[in-house]
């Protein structure tokens, strides 16, 4: 089974650039997750869709994140403009069912901004 | 208070040692509790998964969980140096609009 894809491993901008992480889940994984990892932090929701649907997204700075899960698959996040305190590890993750605490994560993006 | 606290690290033992990391909450609706290991530069991945209060083992690994006290604990008997990680702790009340609520993680170190 393949895991979860996440890209770009890495990423550095200068602040109040745009940067966009993709993310294409487990097959047949209807959950999916964006969590926020600071250095030092255990990770942080962002995001949760089912399907193509949010489900929770009540942590997400929405002035400058966005996040979208076109046909209930792929997602992508994107920050814009971003700020030096958004340096952190973007994890991806995904379950089968809504309210599941099993997550399988992909390896994550790290952004630096500078 | 944060609702999930973590023993603060790093923790670094010598190869063949029993490590204790430990998990204290406040949030009395939790009725899932894991932990995730995570190596350098990968995501969490799920080590073990108890729901209520009890104790786990698998190989190696057991978890113990105390609701009425609010403590949750990690035991990694004969340790490894690829026991090396930071280990998470995470939570959940139940529901299908629950979500996990992560501490802020310890890293270990095992020194052969």
């Known amino acids: 089974e393949a895991g979860v894809a996440q890209s770009p491993r890495y990423k550095i901008i200068e602040k109040r650039q745009s940067v966009a992480f993709w993310c294409n889940p487990i097959s047949g994984h209807a959950t999916l997750y964006w969590y926020q990892q600071i250095l030092g932090q255990g990770p942080k929701l962002l995001i949760q869709?089912?399907?193509?649907?949010?489900?929770?997204d009540s942590q997400l700075p929405k002035d400058r994140f966005s996040a979208e899960r076109l046909k209930g698959v792929d997602s992508t996040l994107k920050i814009q403009p971003a700020k030096l305190e958004d340096s952190a590890v973007y994890l991806c993750?995904?379950?089968?069912?809504?309210?599941?605490?099993?997550?399988?994560f992909g390896a994550g993006s790290r952004l630096t901004v500078l | 208070q944060k609702e999930v606290e973590q023993d603060p690290g790093p923790l670094s033992v010598p190869e063949g040692a029993i490590v204790s990391l430990n998990c204290t909450y406040s949030n009395s609706a939790f009725q899932y509790f894991m932990w995730y290991r995570q190596y350098s530069r990968k995501g969490p991945e799920l080590l073990m998964y108890?729901?209520?209060?009890g104790n786990k083992e698998d190989g190696r690994f057991t978890a113990q969980v105390d609701k009425s006290s609010k403590y949750i604990s990690l035991f990694i008997r004969d340790s490894q140096p690829s026991d090396s990680a930071t280990y998470l702790c995470?939570?959940?009340?139940?529901?299908?609009?629950?979500?996990?609520?992560f501490g802020k993680g310890i890293t270990l170190s095992v020194r052969p």
């Open positions: 869709f089912q399907n193509n649907g949010v489900v929770d």
């Open positions: 993750a995904s379950s089968l069912i809504v309210g599941a605490n099993v997550l399988t």
């Open positions: 108890t729901y209520s209060s």
């Open positions: 995470a939570m959940s009340a139940s529901g299908a609009n629950s979500k996990l609520t």
